[in-house]
């Protein structure tokens, strides 16, 4: 291919490649996202070509190897196309079904279709299916039909036509105000307005100024820059360029973690394309503009999600935040101006210089524009990543997209914003995603981490988890942050022990209050939020850990006793057969003890003995009833 | 050098641009209490106990005043009850520690702080850095240096520099508020230098 040098040569390009791409011709999509390749999806797309070869198809059916589609539990996901038939869960061993049947006469295969958990009706085409249906996917939407390897399926799709735009028929200085006029806020966790970002940079005396992507994405459950940077990395490439424009950059660095090798083969394959294409490099189509785009490999570490510590990584050092007071993005990489966002921040501002400020504005609340990408995980029935516009309730995400909690179970809470997120109680689901309202809430959008949890979800154990999860991750430069989550977990897991004091309550509020006063950084600074948020709204939780040594959810081990109710007992033997510790006594026709010295709690018992029996109890805060034998007792003699 | 002026626990106070709060608050006669400060060093901003409170318009962020830029018609407070709170609270971590520095306890004392509420882990070093720092910064031998992340971070001599440099120089020894490296040193030689006579 050789170069562009005009936007009139890739508007020629563009309607070349959409007059090739006749709407009736089938396609089959693949999804060979990460989540997808690790169930198979690339042997699937052998098996798809094998299999179009075989029926003589190769020539009239199209294959595509796409990004992530979203839901990957399903996976591997399948999309066929002009029809939009889904297909779940589809095996190298479907492709000849597939391709016998809905490719040569349109008739479906029934056992690959969505099928609803609550009706149980088969649904077929994407539309129609609720985990997408109540979807509003601006960013995402490109996944499904881009191949991120081919530079060609984004231009097709008008990529590229927003840095025309901003090149060709702005300034820097509208498009930095159509950024901020859209009040664009960052992604990745502050919520801070990048407009305001990008004029800090581009007001910074220095001439020479960066632009830059995080891709760290360091909260364990969340994978949306994931999934962008694999499945359609141009448009971040796009939107870098743009903003590399409006501040006045001329080069760009890419912070990728190395675990996501997929991201980081897709994103050298995209900067490489983009460079033989003209639109990167030197004189971008015949602007005049340059702009180069480098990537660095980092190991993921979940400060270094903060900026100065991701700048420093970037330059060589240690990832650890930085004392100064002085803005990155006036100080940044090699203390030069640099502007720093997040992955799906890029990713809006195509859309925002091709649609405009005002289409933007019109989708979300008062002060939170656009729509968010949320990793819903948890005891959902779908989980996945969800983008809906700001201000979708909570209530919405989990019941309508997520279809509602699995095997029946009530909600308890909702955790959003990653570990250092707070816990949403079950009464303020209708509660918009907002970042202000988040926050109000002790909460925040953060990284847009949805964790769903269920009754059996013990709030002080959640807590001690994520505080726990936050000590491992802190770099320990600060003392507030090092030695405060050292104490809060020790003091989290003595109650979970039944150890606890009711002045510990008073010791974790405190803490939590200068450690969110006084730390370095942002990490320090919001770690005591899953905390705080349990102590307000699960305050009785602790309280009953703390008074009644009782875990309401039977969940915190030191609390719970395991018996064997003597009246259903019928002496089968198959706990003391599962128990690992042989704590179980008894034998033929003896009711069945245990031995609670022995005994280390691990539910075997409980979950082994045949449900017809339904023998075995889990108590906790309260002692076994006076009828239950502490030695083996014949088994007549209750019987009766 | 530019002058500037700012408030100080509601005293106008003169400094220069480009002086750290601290710095302008100690020239003025106004006692910040700190311990990973040191004149010769890189401010690091890793004890947090001179944290002072900053004030715009009717917000007020706490902030670390060893490395807080002072700037004209700032407005600081540095001993209210919520900073002297912070600094109690701190200065107990810092004791669950190292229980019998002395410059700890005198911080303890001055603060009213008591860690009795806390669980104790004496390692002794409590991070400040001052060694690490001043090793690079100062006398430029790179001697020391952290490892680990977290709460399993700590300060480690560097065997093949250390061995050479450190016996004939030890200036680290007077500035650890905890004279953990002193300690640090004996066990390091005694494991890891060697002995090449
Ligand atoms: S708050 Fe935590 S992560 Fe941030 S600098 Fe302090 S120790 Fe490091
Ligand atoms: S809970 Fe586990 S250890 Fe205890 S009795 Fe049952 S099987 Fe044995
Ligand atoms: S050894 Fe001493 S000077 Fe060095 S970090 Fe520890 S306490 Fe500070
Ligand atoms: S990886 Fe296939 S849907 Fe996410
Ligand atoms: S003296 Fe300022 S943070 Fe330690």
Request: charged letters at 25%; proline letters at 5%; one cysteine or more.
């Amino acid at each position: 291919m050789p170069r562009l040098n005009t936007p009139a040569e890739l508007e020629t390009l563009r309607k070349k490649l959409v007059k090739n791409q006749s709407a009736s011709r089938p396609c089959i999509t693949v999804c060979c996202g990460t989540g997808c390749r690790a169930l198979g999806s690339v042997k699937l797309v052998d098996a798809f070509r094998a299999e179009l070869a075989k029926q003589g198809l190769e020539s009239s059916v199209d294959i595509k190897e796409t990004g992530c589609h979203g839901f990957c539990e399903k996976g591997s996901v399948v999309v066929i196309y002009p029809q939009n038939i889904c297909y779940f869960h589809v095996k190298p061993e479907d492709a000849a079904d597939v391709v016998a049947k809905t490719i040569k006469t349109g008739e479906l295969v029934d056992h690959l279709l969505y099928k609803d958990p609550a009706s149980g009706e088969k649904l077929v085409y994407h539309q129609d299916i609720p985990f997408y249906k109540y979807q509003e996917r601006t960013v995402l939407g490109d996944n499904e039909h881009i191949n991120p390897q081919n530079i060609e399926d984004y231009i097709q799709r008008g990529g590229y036509s927003a840095l025309v735009k901003a090149l060709f028929q702005m300034t820097p200085e509208s498009v930095l105000e159509e950024v901020d006029t859209a009040n664009l806020r960052g992604r990745g966790g502050d919520g801070f307005p990048a407009g305001k970002k990008w004029r800090t940079t581009r007001d910074a005396p220095d001439p020479v100024k960066y632009v830059l992507v995080n891709c760290d994405e360091g909260d364990p459950g969340a994978f949306m820059d994931r999934s962008i940077m694999e499945g359609n990395p141009h448009c971040v490439l796009e939107g870098l360029a743009i903003g590399a424009f409006a501040v006045g950059a001329k080069e760009g660095y890419i912070y990728v973690r190395a675990e996501y090798p997929l991201a980081v083969e897709n994103l050298y394959a995209a900067i490489r394309q983009a460079e033989e294409y003209g639109l990167l490099g030197k004189n971008i189509l015949g602007s005049g503009f340059d702009f180069i785009v480098k990537v660095h490999e980092g190991a993921g570490a979940f400060v270094s999600g903060e900026s100065s510590a991701l700048m420093t990584a970037i330059e060589g050092r240690v990832g650890e935040p930085r004392p100064k007071y002085i803005r990155t993005a006036i100080k940044g990489l090699w203390d030069k101006p640099s502007n720093l966002n997040n992955v799906e921040t890029w990713a809006n501002v195509p859309h925002i210089i091709n649609k405009g400020a005002e289409w933007f504005r019109s989708i979300g609340t008062e002060g939170s524009k656009g729509t968010k990408i949320f990793a819903l995980v948890g005891k959902v029935n779908n989980t996945g990543l969800v983008e809906v516009p700001m201000g979708t309730t909570l209530r919405d995400i989990i019941f309508k997209i997520g279809g509602g909690l699995r095997d029946g179970k009530k909600i308890k809470a909702v955790q959003t914003g990653g570990p250092s997120g707070g816990c949403i109680p079950e009464n303020l689901l209708d509660s918009p995603v907002d970042y202000d309202v988040l926050s109000k809430l002790g909460s925040m959008v953060g990284s847009g981490g949805l964790i769903i949890m269920d009754e059996e979800t013990c709030m002080v154990d959640i807590a001690r988890y994520f505080i726990n999860f936050l000590s491992d991750e802190s770099c320990g430069k600060c003392l507030p942050c090092r030695e405060g989550l050292r104490q809060l977990v020790e003091i989290l897991t003595r109650i979970t022990e039944g150890k606890g004091t009711m002045a510990d309550m008073d010791t974790l509020e405190d803490l939590s209050g200068v450690m969110s006063e006084a730390c370095l950084c942002a990490l320090g600074q919001q770690a005591p939020n899953p905390l705080l948020t349990t102590l307000k709204y699960f305050r009785h939780e602790y309280i009953d850990h703390i008074k009644n040594k009782h875990c309401e959810a039977g969940v915190c081990k030191a609390l719970l006793t395991f018996y064997i109710d003597p009246d259903k007992c019928k002496a089968c033997m198959i706990c003391a057969r599962n128990c690992p510790t042989d704590a179980i006594k008894g034998g033929k026709g003896l009711i069945h003890t245990i031995e609670q010295d022995k005994c280390i709690k691990c539910g075997a018992c409980l979950d082994t003995c045949p449900a017809k029996f339904y023998a075995v109890r889990k108590i906790s805060g309260i002692p076994i009833p006076d009828n239950v034998p502490s030695e083996p007792i014949p088994l007549n003699r209750k019987a009766e | 050098m530019e002058e500037i002026k700012l408030t100080i626990d509601g005293r106008e106070v003169t400094a220069q641009s480009g002086q750290t709060v601290f710095q302008a608050a100690a020239a003025a006669g106004i006692h910040i209490p700190a311990l990973c400060f040191h004149e010769q060093l890189e401010p690091y901003g890793g004890c947090r106990v001179c944290s002072v409170e900053v004030v715009t318009g009717s917000r007020s962020k706490v902030v670390a005043s060893c490395v807080y830029p002072a700037s004209n018609g700032l407005v600081v407070n540095t001993n209210t009850e919520k900073i002297r709170h912070i600094r109690k609270v701190l200065i107990e971590l810092l004791l669950t520690k190292a229980p019998a520095s002395k410059p700890i306890r005198d911080l303890a004392e001055e603060y009213g702080a008591d860690a009795a509420r806390f669980s104790h882990d004496a390692s002794f070093c409590v991070l400040c850095g001052l060694c690490v720092r001043y090793c690079t910064e100062v006398k430029k031998a790179n001697a020391l240096c952290f490892i680990s992340r977290g709460t399993q971070r700590e300060v480690t001599f560097v065997p093949e520099i250390a061995s050479r440099e450190c016996e004939k120089c030890q200036q680290c020894f007077d500035i650890c508020p905890t004279n953990f490296i002193r300690a640090n040193f004996e066990m390091a030689k005694a494991l890891t230098f060697g002995t090449e006579e």
